[in-house]
């Protein structure tokens, strides 16, 4: 299975806000995807229009969402539904400072329908880091059942080598590349753990750039662990003419 697994809709304040959930699907689906996540910055509000859509189009779909820790590191969690997905956003928010979203400098916020419609404009700043670190946010997603994954390891921002030096043991189930790595250079610094790689994509044309493929008929948590455990993820090259 061929699966993008970091993929932002509108919600997140730094995409398009083309990315709504039915034309992600279909992006998805043309680019040859059997499988995605929807992992929006501190947010899995558009998870639930997202699931209605894949579910329709037959498209496997994992749901979730991108946490930014204190430790200003940004960390995948994922889901099997949207329902644990969002008591993971209600911790979150939790601890999310109480300050409103400012449009013009952040970027809108809309959360919307499986139809493409706005409902509502969330006003928490999503761009911001929260106040839990990362041991507790991985005992958080594994306490509800998902998986955590240290984000484009390779990046010099908002990454477990740029904030920390490394990557702190116990509490990550594989790590992410991104679509810009030099893997030699990063695989071995990955070494001990699944390695995945994903687009991260902010905008249409930049989903499926690259993926990473699993050796299951079946995306599901309980799945992934098995793969991750034994390390059997095969990850692509990045496709610059794509």
């Known amino acids: 299975m061929k699966v993008d697994f970091h993929i932002h809709s509108c919600l997140s304040p730094c995409a398009s ?14 680019a040859g995807l059997e499988g995605i996540a929807l992992t929006d910055h501190q947010s899995a509000k558009n998870c639930q229009a997202i699931a209605k859509c894949a579910k329709e189009a ?8 991108e946490v930014q820790t204190s430790e200003e590191v940004h960390t995948l969690a994922l889901f099997d539904t949207v329902e644990q997905a969002e008591e993971m956003t ?14 013009e400098t952040f970027g809108d916020q809309p959360i919307v329908t ?3 419609d706005i409902v509502d404009m969330e006003w928490r700043i999503l761009a911001m880091g929260c106040r839990k670190s990362i041991p507790e946010a991985s005992e958080k997603v594994h306490s509800l059942g998902g998986i955590y994954l240290a984000a484009h390891i390779d990046r010099p921002n908002f990454s477990v080598f740029n904030s920390l030096g490394g990557i702190p043991e116990g509490v990550f189930d594989a790590v992410e590349l991104s679509r810009t ?13 699944a390695v995945i790689r994903s687009s991260d994509a902010h905008n249409l044309g930049d989903i499926a750039k690259v993926w990473t493929e699993i050796p299951t008929e079946h ?3 309980k799945t992934l662990k098995k793969i991750f455990a034994s390390k059997s993820t095969i990850i692509s090259s990045r496709l610059t003419n794509f």
């Open 17 to 30: 806000l083309e990315m709504a959930p039915s034309e992600i699907v279909a992006k998805a689906i043309a």
């Open 58 to 65: 037959g498209l496997n779909c994992l749901f979730g969402l």
């Open 90 to 103: 209600d911790y979150v928010y939790a601890a999310l400072p109480k300050r409103v979203n400012d449009p």
């Open 114 to 116: 499986w139809d493409n």
């Open 181 to 193: 790595c030099d893997e030699k250079i990063w695989l071995p610094k990955a070494s001990g753990y």
């Open 219 to 221: 995306l599901d948590i």
